[in-house]
């Protein structure tokens, strides 16, 4: 996997973790070998978001995944957590934050790591 972009040295430790976890779960879980046939290449354009924080595992891996079965992920869909080798999503931050700044952007459903479900829980219903 290439990455180009205004990277900082988390942001691509993140996607090589990403890779890394899709690539072994398309192959032992799903007997695809795309991500080991094919090379990827990871585009960040710098922006206005730095991007030096983990928190873009879980879509980056979502991302692979989709692009190796070739299945869309359905939009309107928001999505965050560092992943770990092991593919699981740990916890976040800032989940109130991330609620009204999707709604802000029009994102309908969210994915949070279930690691979180408290904090959702504990939020205003409206």
């Known amino acids: ?3 180009t972009g205004s990277l900082g040295s988390v942001m691509k430790e993140s996607m090589h973790i990403a890779y890394t976890f899709a690539k072994s779960y398309l ?3 799903l007997n ?5 046939t094919h090379e990827v290449h990871v585009h960040a ?3 206005a978001t ?3 924080g983990p928190s873009a595992g879980i879509t980056i891996t979502s991302g692979l995944i989709s692009l ?4 869309p992920v359905k939009q309107n869909i928001g999505m965050t957590g560092e ?3 092991r593919g699981k999503v ?6 109130k934050e991330k609620i009204l700044a999707a709604k802000r952007e029009g994102i309908t459903e969210l994915i949070f790591p279930k690691s979180n479900k408290e904090d959702i829980e504990e939020l205003p219903k409206y």
């Open 1 to 3: 996997m290439k990455t």
């Open 27 to 29: 192959h032992e879980k």
């Open 32 to 36: 695809n070998d795309f991500l080991e």
């Open 45 to 47: 354009p710098e922006g």
């Open 50 to 52: 730095p991007k030096d």
């Open 68 to 71: 190796a079965l070739q299945k």
């Open 83 to 85: 992943i770990s080798l």
């Open 90 to 95: 740990l916890k976040i931050g800032g989940v």
